[in-house]
């Protein structure tokens, strides 16, 4: 820094020769210490042993047989590893209602959230892109309403969507809880893919219809290939987000359709039997693995999925 | 006569804002015509709309004689080229050419033919397979020119198409648009801000401001005779000199005087009658006051004493000082001045404008 | 887009027909869902609905009964507490945070990628980890003991004084990393030539943030606050998971008595009227925003 600013002012160095060589020269001395620097690292390494604490703890009392658990303490590593309570987890362990263990639960997420994260992405992004690009009259309207709706609170709406998905026969099914996660999904998505489309040039959008294509041919044909790394970012919303629901799954849904989040819920706080600790934490791991891996994978898109979800809140 | 775009009192609102207010214009068949102004002008809402982007409140348009108002813009007839190019990034530049022609689906064979043809016109052969982020700025806005030329349209429009370039760029493809025009021989709308372009390009130049057409002339009229106070302040660089004055008689011919100096008008040619005693401006480019040894014999003579000299190669700028005025002349880049040298002037009243104070006309 | 109708010119419902056609589900979604289900919600909150809605109008009765529930009382006790504390700590925390990793330091990538993992989590992973390690027999508590402090003492989720603290531990696991990143893009989002001048100007660090980047900072702490405040408002999963409510009642809030009132104790015009209370505390939060954003917006400019 230091030596680059005197390169800068090559005008003053001939005047200034001689206070140059008497003074300070070449780079500036480095600091590896300094108090600031331990001050820095010291405060953001306790905070993130606090933040990886409870991840750390639930690991270790996974793979502890339940004897060790009531001797020793939470944090000490386990003398002897056993997977026995995953396996336990994954197909034995009890709700209260079955004892097939959290698979099922597994497998109703997996039905859920892939359908809802595709259908919800494709009506959003048709939703922005309309916004965005062909402006009918009434459309902010609309829009303003969606936006607003993003911040009242679930369960003022809950009940009337109950009615209308009873009405239509589709209440406790599946398919019903798709429609509810593509409804609450499309203002924060709607809005994603509407700033997105607004960001592209609109002279390309332009260029299009002067080249004769449509509202789809300009869809499918120019913003869609565009749009790909959006289109990344708010599967990662949605995956993520749909996955760890928990109130929608038990309202709109019969038992044999429960997300994997009411399952485990239903296993860790059911309050038959002894309490299983290790097979507890081995569920929590199970049901949190989707999500992380998605995290973890992802990265930064992650950050900016969820800077673009925050204006939902 | 014969004409290709015909824009009758169109007029365009944003809710309560008239961006375009009851305008009227004729393009003629192969015309090349600029529309000139600052940003805001409305010269490119006025280009949107004869596309056929933009919905009109009011009026209609023809192109080649036919009522398009309503038309979409792919069935107008046109072909646009845009400032920021507008290729479609994520195909190759072939088939960019084509995407409009496979939109209409057009035949295969068809399809290469025109897209050869227009990469020929156009020297961008080697090209073909690349896509646009691989390509120069020049480059781009060939691909866009010819994304245009494939259409095979009656009109080409040319929004601020030169405008992402660097000079240099920008006056070598200006060469290039202008001889595509004369081998083409197609109409083709201009919109730019940039009075160079303007008068190199154009067979005439319609000057906007706040929606409204000031002139429509050839250049050597627009820039010789502006028709108003603005079109004359906002062509040429520099500036036309003004004076605030008013009109008097001396002699029983027309004067104008500005800060007790009295300027002859010997010469001018006026548009309605120079009355005495009129409030007006005097206009007169850099390059029509002749400095000392380039007076001609029996001219007018003022004393002016140089400010500031600005030398610029082939030109040299000398900004006088003149009966408290501050005006630019425009002499040979070989002569040169010290400022608070005195130096004595003539106006060639012949190249002059005067303008009505109050309405801003052109006397 | 007035003026009087002319020749030629096309309906103007069919103009962008494909336009609105595609957007029929935006439109179903935000008027008969978000609008009319609000609205649905807020009228049957007069009635005295049980078991199944009905139109039958008892006016401020179902309000009244609200506010003369100890439950609700104390959901809203909870909720104020757990809001103010996860407002002032999540901000505090989240800025901290985030200021350290605008040092130019190393592993940021790491320390972030730390700080943020508990955000991907659902709130039912969240409250289940968190109810393991406040477990009083084999939690922190009884390690600490074993290390020799016998006397040490805490046991949030068994008390019902101070439960509602063992949540916001979890909560703000939870949802610090988010402030932390909003904050931590707001400092990247303002000018290296401002710490600059500071620098030239021999201004300290400390100094620099507390009069110069928070106060430019203000539209983010703005969303921040909001995106906080009404994700507390919501808060559910992690009660049901940690506490399931209790002890007792202890640690009820709001958003849990209306699920419970709606479809547990079928009791609909008291869920109804509770959570059109919660629309009303939402709407105290996002309209002054809105209108700080929206309806200010020009005048600050």
Request: charged letters at 15%; a positive charge.
């Amino acid at each position: 820094m230091s030596d680059r600013t005197i390169q800068a002012r090559p005008a003053a160095a001939a005047g200034a020769l001689v206070a140059t060589l008497s003074g300070p020269s070449g780079a500036k001395p480095k600091r590896r210490l300094s108090g600031r620097n331990i001050m820095i690292y010291g405060t953001l390494f306790v905070a993130a042993a606090y933040y990886l604490l409870p991840l750390y703890v639930m690991v270790v009392t996974s793979l502890k047989g339940m004897p060790e658990i009531r001797l020793g303490n939470i944090f000490s590593p386990p003398l002897e590893i056993t997977f026995e309570p995953w396996v336990k987890a994954w197909s034995s362990a009890c709700t209260g209602l079955n004892c097939d263990g959290l698979s099922r639960g597994f497998w109703n997420s997996v039905r859920i959230t892939i359908p809802s994260t595709i259908i919800s992405i494709m009506i959003a992004s048709i939703n922005g892109y309309a916004l965005s690009n062909w402006r009918f009259k009434g459309a902010d309207f609309f829009f303003t309403i969606l936006i607003v709706g993003a911040f009242i609170p679930y369960q003022v709406m809950i009940y009337p969507i109950v009615i209308v998905l009873r009405e239509i026969g589709l209440y406790g099914s599946l398919s019903g809880l798709v429609i509810v996660h593509t409804i609450f999904g499309m203002p924060i998505l709607t809005l994603l893919f509407r700033n997105y489309f607004a960001s592209l040039p609109e002279e390309l959008f332009k260029a299009a219809r002067i080249d004769g294509a449509g509202f789809w041919a300009i869809y499918f044909r120019i913003m869609l290939p565009m749009a790909l790394p959006i289109f990344v970012v708010a599967m990662i919303l949605q995956i993520t987000g749909i996955w760890n629901d928990f109130l929608f799954g038990v309202v709109f849904t019969r038992p044999e359709y429960y997300p994997m989040t009411v399952q485990l819920n239903n296993i860790v706080n059911s309050v038959q039997g002894v309490k299983e600790y290790n097979v507890n934490m081995a569920a929590t791991i199970l049901t949190g693995a989707v999500p992380l891996l998605v995290y973890f994978i992802s990265g930064r898109l992650f950050v900016r999925g969820i800077a673009a979800g925050a204006v939902k809140g | 006569m014969n004409s290709s775009v015909s824009i009758k009192d169109l007029s365009l609102s944003f809710g309560a804002v008239n961006v375009l207010e009851n305008l009227n214009l004729e393009i003629r068949d192969g015309e090349f015509l600029v529309l000139l102004g600052s940003s805001g002008c409305g010269k490119s809402t006025l280009l949107n709309c004869i596309a056929g982007l933009l919905d009109i409140s009011e009026g209609q348009v023809f192109i080649k004689g036919k009522n398009v108002t309503w038309e979409e813009p792919k069935d107008r007839g046109i072909g646009m080229v845009f400032q920021s190019y507008a290729l479609y990034p994520q195909m190759t530049v072939e088939k960019n050419l084509s995407f409009g022609l496979k939109v209409a689906k057009t035949p295969q064979a068809e399809i290469d033919k025109r897209v050869a043809r227009a990469a020929e016109i156009l020297q961008i052969q080697p090209l073909l397979k690349r896509k646009p982020s691989e390509l120069s700025g020049g480059q781009r806005q060939r691909v866009a020119i010819g994304r245009a030329l494939v259409r095979d349209v009656d009109v080409f429009l040319f929004d601020e198409p030169l405008s992402n370039l660097d000079a240099k760029l920008r006056s070598e493809l200006r060469v290039e648009i202008k001889r595509l025009h004369q081998s083409l021989k197609n109409t083709m709308i201009y919109v730019t801000h940039d009075q160079i372009e303007a008068l190199t390009l154009a067979d005439r130049i319609a000057i906007m401001k706040n929606g409204v057409i000031q002139q429509l002339d050839d250049p050597i009229a627009i820039y010789n005779a502006p028709r108003n106070l603005f079109v004359a302040g906002f062509i040429g660089s520099p500036s036309m000199n003004f004076l605030n004055g008013e009109l008097a008689a001396r002699d029983g011919k027309p004067v104008f005087v500005a800060n007790g100096v009295t300027f002859g008008l010997d010469g001018y040619d006026a548009d309605g009658t120079l009355k005495a005693g009129r409030k007006a401006v005097l206009g007169v480019r850099p390059e029509h006051i002749k400095v000392n040894e380039d007076i001609a014999a029996g001219s007018e003579i003022h004393d002016a004493i140089v400010d500031i000299e600005e030398p610029m190669g082939a030109d040299n700028l000398l900004w006088l000082k003149h009966a408290g005025h501050t005006m630019s002349v425009r002499i040979n880049g070989s002569r040169r001045f010290q400022p608070g040298t005195a130096v004595k002037l003539a106006f060639d009243m012949t190249m002059a404008s005067v303008f009505d104070a109050e309405t801003e006309l052109r006397i | 887009m007035t003026g009087h109708a002319q020749a030629g010119r096309p309906n103007r419902l069919l103009r962008n027909l494909n336009a609105k056609i595609a957007s029929i589900p935006m439109m179903l979604t935000a008027v008969v869902i978000f609008l009319g289900g609000t609205l649905w919600t807020v009228l049957y909150s007069f009635t005295n609905s049980k078991l199944l809605p009905r139109l039958k109008f008892v006016g401020l009765e179902q309000y009244e009964r609200l506010w003369s529930t100890p439950r609700w009382l104390m959901s809203i006790e909870n909720l104020a507490v757990f809001g103010v504390f996860s407002l002032v700590f999540s901000l505090l925390i989240g800025f901290v945070l985030a200021a350290l990793m605008d040092q130019k330091i190393r592993f940021e990538n790491t320390f972030r990628t730390i700080f943020l993992y508990p955000f991907a989590l659902s709130f039912i992973v969240t409250g289940l980890v968190w109810q393991w390690l406040l477990n009083p027999e084999f939690g922190i508590q009884s390690v600490v003991r074993s290390l020799g402090w016998t006397s040490f003492d805490f046991n949030p989720l068994y008390n019902q004084e101070i439960v509602i603290y063992g949540i916001l531990i979890a909560a703000l696991w939870q949802g610090t990393g988010l402030v932390m990143c909003l904050m931590l893009a707001g400092l990247r989002g303002i000018d290296e030539d401002i710490w600059k001048a500071a620098r030239v100007d021999g201004i300290p660090t400390w100094r620099t943030y507390v009069f110069i980047i928070i106060p430019m900072m203000r539209p983010v702490f703005i969303t921040t606050l909001v995106i906080i405040a009404s994700g507390i408002v919501r808060v559910y999963d992690l009660v049901v998971a940690q506490t399931s409510g209790g002890p007792g009642i202890a640690s009820e809030v709001p958003a849990k008595y209306v699920y419970d009132y709606m479809f547990l104790a079928q009791n609909l015009g008291q869920g109804f009227a509770a959570s059109t209370m919660m629309l009303l505390a939402v709407a105290i939060i996002i309209v002054p925003w809105a209108y700080l954003e929206f309806g200010g917006g020009r005048k600050r400019v």
